[in-house]
C-alpha cells in the first residue's frame, strides 16, 4: 500500500492578498495601526505590506472591489487571516495599540495553543492576532494528541506584560 502524500513540514503559508474597497483606508488599519511596513504600490491599485522586510506578507488591491461592499457574512470565501506575533508581549503591545486607537475587538481567546486577538479589518475582514505557546506547554490528551479549546483571553493579564519591564 502506497503511503498517502503530505506536504512538507517546513512548508508556511507566504501571504494573504486581499480585495478592498479602499486601498487608503486599508493602509491605514495594517501599516499605521497593526504597524506592517509598506514595501511597494503597484499602481494605485495595489499595496504590499510585510514585517521585517519581507517582500510582502499581506497584498491589498482595490482591482476588482474599489467602492465595493463588505462580502456577506454568510458567505463562503477568508474567515480570518492570522498574524503570528513572536511571542506574548509583541500581542500585548498589539493590544495596547488597539485600545489607545479605540478599535473594536470582536473577541479574546485563550486556545490553549495560543492567546488571540480577534477584529475586522475596515472591509470586515475577520483578523486574528495571536501568538503560540511553546510546544511542550500545548494541552494534550493520554494519546499526545493536542486538545485545543476557547476560553476567554484575559486582557488585563496579557496588558501585564507590559507592565513588568518597567
Do not use: Q
Amino acid at each position: 500500500m502506497e503511503t498517502p502524500y503530505t506536504i512538507p513540514a517546513a512548508t508556511r503559508i507566504g501571504h494573504v492578498h486581499l480585495k478592498v474597497a479602499d486601498l487608503d483606508r486599508s493602509l491605514a488599519f495594517y501599516r499605521d495601526l497593526l504597524g506592517f511596513s509598506l514595501i511597494t504600490m503597484y499602481g494605485t491599485g495595489a499595496a504590499f505590506i510585510s514585517a521585517g522586510g519581507y517582500h510582502h506578507h499581506i497584498g491589498l488591491n482595490t482591482w476588482y472591489s474599489k467602492g465595493a461592499a463588505p462580502a456577506p457574512v454568510n458567505s463562503a470565501g477568508l474567515f480570518h487571516t492570522a498574524i503570528l506575533y513572536p511571542n506574548r508581549r509583541d500581542l500585548a503591545v498589539a493590544l495596547k495599540r488597539l485600545l489607545d486607537a479605540g478599535y473594536p475587538l470582536t473577541g479574546a481567546s485563550d486556545h490553549g495553543v495560543s492567546e488571540a486577538l480577534y477584529l475586522n479589518d475596515p472591509d470586515n475582514n475577520g483578523v486574528e492576532l495571536y501568538w503560540d505557546r511553546s510546544p511542550e506547554e500545548w494541552p494534550r490528551l493520554e494519546d499526545g494528541s493536542i486538545t485545543m479549546y476557547t476560553r476567554p483571553l484575559n486582557l488585563e493579564n496579557l496588558l501585564a506584560e507590559l507592565e513588568e519591564e518597567r
